[in-house]
Nanobody
Framework: QVQLVESGGGLVQAGGSLRLSCAAS????????MAWYRQAPGKQRDLVAL???????NYADSVKARFTISRNNVKNTVYLQMNSLKPGDTAVYYC?????????????????WGQGTQVTVSS
C-alpha cells in the first residue's frame, strides 16, 4: 500500500509565500513523475507543476516564474515553493505520484493521490 501525505497549506496574504510538501511512503518500487494539481470550488482539477524522475519540470502558464517544484528522490518527497501568491491561487492542492509497487508487484506505473491541502490567498 502507498500513502501520499501533504503538508504546508494555509492562509496567506496576496504577495506572500507558502511551501507545500508531499511524502510518499509504503511498498514503493519506483517513482516516475511527481506533480501538484489544484482544484478551486466549482472547477476541475488542473495540473500546476510536474517533475520527472530526472528533475525536468513543467509548469502551468499561470504559475510560471512564481512557483518552483522540486523533489528528493531519497526521501520520495516532492515540494512546491509558491511565491507572489494571488487570490486566484486559492484552491485545494493535491499531490500526485506515478509509481510502481512491490506489493502487489507492478511494472506499469499507476497514479496515487494525496488527500489535499487547502491554500487560501486573501486580497
Amino acid at each position: 500500500q502507498v500513502q501520499l501525505v501533504e503538508s504546508g497549506g494555509g492562509l496567506v496574504q496576496a504577495g506572500g509565500s507558502l511551501r507545500l510538501s508531499c511524502a510518499a511512503s509504503g511498498s514503493i518500487r519506483s517513482i516516475d513523475s511527481m506533480a501538484w494539481y489544484r482544484q478551486a470550488p466549482g472547477k476541475q482539477r488542473d495540473l500546476v507543476a510536474l517533475i520527472g524522475s530526472g528533475g525536468s519540470a513543467n509548469y502551468a502558464d499561470s504559475v510560471k516564474a512564481r512557483f518552483t517544484i522540486s523533489r528528493n528522490n531519497v526521501k520520495n518527497t516532492v515540494y512546491l515553493q509558491m511565491n507572489s501568491l494571488k487570490p486566484g491561487d486559492t484552491a485545494v492542492y493535491y499531490c500526485n505520484a506515478r509509481l510502481t509497487t512491490y506489493l502487489p508487484i507492478s511494472f506499469t506505473p499507476s497514479d496515487y493521490w494525496g488527500q489535499g491541502t487547502q491554500v487560501t490567498v486573501s486580497s
